[in-house]
């Protein structure tokens, strides 16, 4: 007996479109973008609370200085954040998005293998 998929083109109703394929929607990078723009805010906001964080830890200590595990402790978040912030990839290429091999440009405004630009809500090259 055959089956009812064997022998027939696939339905076009069922097939999933690929990219650029007449009638395949525009890609959307909008909440690839989002969550980028949160990673940079949470590095932002680590880095930026050293200066509370070490002012509250002195203000407990009767000598009023900083022990250097507490900055062991607090460079944990600082770097992961840093890193996560800076190694993004692309919604495109799913390469990352700043560097290209061993180098790169965490400020980078387009990615540097496919070169999207940095914060497009569609794909700028998509023909569809």
């Known amino acids: 007996m055959i089956s009812a998929s064997q022998g027939r083109p696939p339905d076009s109703s069922t097939r999933v479109r690929e990219l650029g394929e007449p009638g ?14 949160r ?14 964080f070490g002012f509250v ?6 000598d009023h200085e900083l022990p250097g595990w507490v900055g062991l ?3 944990v978040p600082f770097f992961w954040s840093g890193f ?6 692309c919604p495109r290429c799913r390469n990352w998005f ?24 569609t794909d700028p090259d998509f023909r569809g």
């Open 84 to 89: 996560r912030a800076a190694r993004l990839k």
């Open 57 to 62: 830890v002195t203000s407990f200590r009767a």
């Open 24 to 37: 395949s929607e525009r890609p959307s990078y909008v909440e690839h973008w989002r969550a980028a723009r």
């Open 98 to 121: 700043t560097t290209n091999g061993l180098w790169g440009n965490t400020f980078a405004t387009r990615c540097s293998h496919c070169g999207l630009p940095r914060g497009s809500e």
């Open 73 to 75: 402790i607090y460079a």
């Open 39 to 52: 990673r940079w805010y949470v590095f932002i906001a680590v880095w930026l609370g050293w200066m509370p």
